[in-house]
């Protein structure tokens, strides 16, 4: 069936909707616990370079320490990949604190580099989330950005826009 230029240029228009690109970051990352074990008894200062002191105590006091800092370390690499840095333009290590709020949930407290960077990219919550095994340690951090928010917003009207003037399109069509 043929169609209208007019009609082929609103379902065109319609169509081409561009989703938010680079407003988001995701980083995520694994640590071997065993690995962690090894750095932590064969380089004792590692824990005191790469945590702060509260995460120190949390750590060292659980069972099995090396699981805790494995994961806090999983935590600060997420972080940084979601920032797009990796540890580098000056974030460091100890510019990302894993910090736990009252009900337990883990979450991301920034400072130094990190801080600055999360400025600048608008980041305006950074959630994250740990697990792990026996074996391995994980986090995932997302860097929500005030952009992101608003292309949120913004794709919830390009999907209102594109039922209307489909609903138009339509419209066009039966009138045909």
Not at 64 to 69: E, R, V
Not at 96 to 120: C, F, H, M, S, T
Not at 125 to 132: A, K
Request: glycine letters at 6%; hydrophobic letters at 45%.
């Amino acid at each position: 069936m043929a169609r209208s230029k007019k009609t082929q240029a609103a379902l065109d228009e319609a169509l081409s909707a561009q989703m938010a690109q680079g407003q988001v970051g995701l980083g995520v990352d694994i640590v071997q616990v065993a690995r962690m074990r090894t750095i932590l008894k064969r380089t004792p200062a590692f824990a005191a370079r790469a945590f702060s002191e509260d995460e120190r105590t949390y750590c060292d006091s659980t069972a099995d320490p090396a699981i805790h800092y494995a994961t806090r370390f999983a935590a600060k690499e997420a972080v940084v990949k979601a920032l797009g840095t990796g540890f580098a333009e000056g974030v460091g290590v100890r510019d990302i604190e894993v910090r736990r709020a009252k009900n337990g949930r883990p979450y991301a407290a920034l400072r130094g580099g990190a801080k600055r960077k999360a400025d600048q990219m608008g980041v305006t919550e950074m959630p994250i989330s740990l697990s792990y095994t026996a074996t391995d340690a994980i986090a995932c951090a997302i860097a929500i950005t005030h952009a992101s928010l608003q292309a949120s917003e913004k794709r919830i009207d390009a999907a209102e826009e594109l039922s209307k003037r489909f609903k138009e399109a339509r419209g066009m069509l039966d009138d045909l």
